[in-house]
């Protein structure tokens, strides 16, 4: 049996909830990985569906973690994505703070 003193379940309550969700996390991470994005690419490269993907984007929106803009390129309307600031602030202090949940449940 593992030794679970050095886990405490509570730190689990300090996780962003918005960044914990792991469709929004994928997008986080898609978006992580580019300067920007289009609605198109980030659906593909996270394997989310035009609905999900809106939604989340949404969220994320609100949150202030990424930055949406509507632009035309060539011609054709496109809907652009990127991670703000406080969106890395945010993924960042998520992985600090599962880091050391999940390292204790691996001892």
Same mark, same amino acid.
């Given at each position: 049996?593992?030794?679970?003193?050095?886990?405490?379940?509570?730190?689990?309550?300090?996780?962003?909830?918005?960044?914990?969700?792991?469709?929004?996390?994928?997008?986080?991470?898609?978006?992580?990985?580019?300067?920007?994005?289009?609605?198109?690419? #980030?659906?593909? /490269?996270? =394997?989310?569906?035009?609905?999900?993907? &809106?939604?989340? *984007?949404?969220?994320?929106?609100? +949150?202030?973690?990424?930055?949406?803009?509507?632009?035309?390129?060539?011609?054709?309307?496109?809907?652009?994505?990127? #991670?703000?600031? /406080?969106? =890395?602030?945010?993924?960042?202090?998520? &992985?600090?703070? *599962?880091?050391?949940?999940?390292? +204790?449940?691996?001892?």
């Amino acid at each position: 049996m593992k030794d679970s003193r050095s886990l405490d379940p509570r730190e689990i309550s300090a996780l962003d909830r918005i960044v914990h969700s792991p469709t929004r996390l994928k997008i986080l991470l898609v978006l992580m990985s580019v300067e920007e994005a289009d609605f198109t690419f #980030i659906s593909n /490269a996270a =394997e989310l569906t035009r609905g999900n993907l &809106s939604v989340n *984007l949404s969220k994320l929106e609100q +949150a202030g973690y990424v930055k949406i803009e509507k632009k035309f390129i060539e011609r054709v309307p496109k809907t652009i994505v990127s #991670i703000t600031q /406080a969106g =890395e602030k945010a993924l960042e202090t998520y &992985s600090s703070l *599962l880091g050391p949940i999940l390292d +204790a449940l691996r001892k």
